[in-house]
């Protein structure tokens, strides 16, 4: 399935859109003449962000929006639909990151995590691939990380929600290829964010924690520009690419895992008659 080719005129949302990777996105998506819903849980930051979309030139809104909670994400969908009459591409893009010792996590921590880091990718992606499916049109863009490739063991609960939106991602995308719906999933690296002051968004219902994203500054500080990424994600909508990777380098980290895969499959026993084959769960 060809990917979108002509971005200019058609509607984005994206999440987190008012800082960091997502501020990347919409600075981009605008040069391309699109219409962006800029969705952020911080919703002054959503407003200001399209305000200065608009003083650009693009038509822009911005939206109060907790991912975690499906309600605000199928609000954010009527709002932008409202607006513009339709999306054509989602970026699920909205994340935290907070860094630790296995010991240190508690259930709020991974609790949050995975509200935020999966669960508000899976409420976009089902609303807006719903909205996409009705009209045989449209591409979704999940943001995951190096880390759902190359586990860290400092950020286990961040870690595990990005793994998992790999996979979801995965599924995802074969579920709605037949539709005429494209899904990537962006993997960046270290990008120059301010990922690293998550821990102003922690709600109180998490609890306290000696985990913290200020773990992450010293990497945040050194990373891409968010607006080559948000090139690099255009590139990846264009070609319905299935991954979006920011630094190549960073595969490195990846072969150990795909090494010690291989010598499992190959200690693993021969296939016997009867025993389902690849080509039954395609």
Same mark, same amino acid.
């Given at each position: 399935?060809?990917?979108?080719?002509?971005?200019?005129?058609?509607?984005?949302?994206?999440?987190?859109?008012?800082?960091?990777?997502?501020?990347?996105?919409? #600075? *981009?998506? +605008?040069?391309?003449?699109?219409?962006?819903?800029?969705?952020?849980?911080?919703?002054?930051?959503?407003?200001?962000?399209?305000?200065?979309?608009?003083?650009?030139?693009? @038509?822009?809104?911005?939206?109060?929006?907790? $991912?975690?909670? #499906?309600?605000?994400? +199928?609000?954010?969908?009527?709002?932008?639909?409202?607006? %513009?009459?339709? $999306?054509?591409?989602?970026?699920?893009?909205?994340?935290?990151? %907070?860094?630790?010792?296995? #010991?240190? %996590?508690?259930?709020?921590?991974?609790?949050?995590?995975?509200?935020?880091?999966?669960?508000?990718?899976?409420?976009?992606?089902? !609303?807006?691939?719903?909205?996409?499916?009705?009209?045989?049109?449209?591409? !979704?863009?999940?943001?995951?990380?190096?880390?759902?490739?190359?586990?860290?063991?400092?950020?286990?609960?961040?870690?595990?929600?990005?793994?998992? $939106?790999?996979?979801?991602?995965?599924?995802?995308?074969?579920?709605?290829?037949?539709?005429?719906?494209?899904?990537?999933?962006?993997?960046?690296?270290?990008?120059?964010?301010?990922?690293?002051?998550?821990?102003?968004?922690?709600?109180?219902?998490?609890?306290?924690?000696?985990?913290?994203?200020?773990?992450?500054?010293?990497?945040?500080?050194?990373?891409?520009?968010?607006?080559?990424?948000?090139?690099?994600?255009?590139?990846?909508? #264009?070609?319905?690419?299935?991954?979006?990777?920011?630094?190549?380098?960073?595969? =490195?980290?990846?072969?150990?895992? %795909?090494?010690?895969? *291989? @010598?499992?499959? +190959? *200690?693993?026993?021969?296939? @016997?008659?009867?025993? =389902?084959?690849?080509?039954?769960?395609?």
């Amino acid at each position: 399935m060809a990917g979108i080719q002509d971005l200019e005129g058609k509607t984005v949302v994206v999440t987190g859109g008012g800082s960091g990777i997502g501020g990347g996105m919409i #600075r *981009r998506f +605008a040069k391309q003449g699109m219409q962006v819903v800029v969705a952020d849980i911080e919703g002054d930051s959503a407003e200001l962000a399209a305000k200065a979309l608009r003083e650009e030139g693009a @038509r822009a809104i911005g939206i109060a929006c907790d $991912v975690s909670k #499906r309600s605000d994400v +199928a609000g954010l969908a009527d709002a932008a639909i409202a607006e %513009f009459g339709a $999306v054509d591409v989602a970026c699920n893009n909205a994340g935290i990151f %907070f860094g630790g010792k296995l #010991r240190e %996590f508690t259930e709020g921590d991974w609790e949050w995590t995975m509200s935020v880091n999966l669960m508000g990718v899976v409420h976009g992606s089902t !609303i807006f691939g719903q909205h996409m499916a009705e009209r045989g049109s449209g591409h !979704i863009v999940n943001t995951a990380s190096i880390g759902g490739w190359a586990p860290d063991p400092n950020c286990a609960p961040y870690t595990t929600s990005k793994f998992a $939106v790999v996979g979801f991602s995965e599924a995802l995308r074969r579920d709605l290829e037949e539709d005429g719906v494209g899904v990537s999933i962006l993997c960046p690296g270290p990008v120059a964010t301010g990922m690293a002051k998550a821990d102003r968004l922690r709600p109180a219902s998490a609890g306290p924690s000696a985990a913290t994203s200020l773990a992450a500054e010293p990497v945040m500080a050194v990373g891409m520009p968010p607006d080559d990424v948000g090139d690099l994600v255009i590139d990846g909508i #264009r070609e319905n690419a299935t991954y979006v990777f920011t630094h190549p380098d960073f595969g =490195v980290a990846f072969e150990p895992r %795909f090494d010690e895969m *291989r @010598r499992a499959l +190959a *200690r693993a026993p021969k296939p @016997r008659t009867g025993d =389902v084959s690849p080509e039954d769960l395609s």
